[in-house]
């Protein structure tokens, strides 16, 4: 079943709606009420910025000296060289 997403336009609450394709869409807002647009859930997602699309996609990045297995006297780090 397809989820549609919706946002109320009076208090700006958005959520998903789980709709058969033959269901109507909502109309109404489950908070208050109001009226509501409906989404087109992919749009949705990348003005949200995407906080499942950051997960276990940003590894660590290890000095390089930390990468060779070296732990000390490491020239290849610009701390280091700088003191
Ligand atoms: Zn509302």
Known sequence: M??????????????EARQKFSDA?????????GEVQKLISQAGFALKGGGWYDQGY???????CAAAGKSEACGGCPKAANG
Do not use: R, S
């Open 25 to 33: 869409p909502l109309t109404e807002c489950a908070e208050c009420g």
């Open 58 to 64: 940003g590894k660590k990045k290890e000095a390089p």
């Open 2 to 15: 397809p989820i549609y997403e919706y946002q109320c336009k009076k208090c700006e609450l958005v959520f």
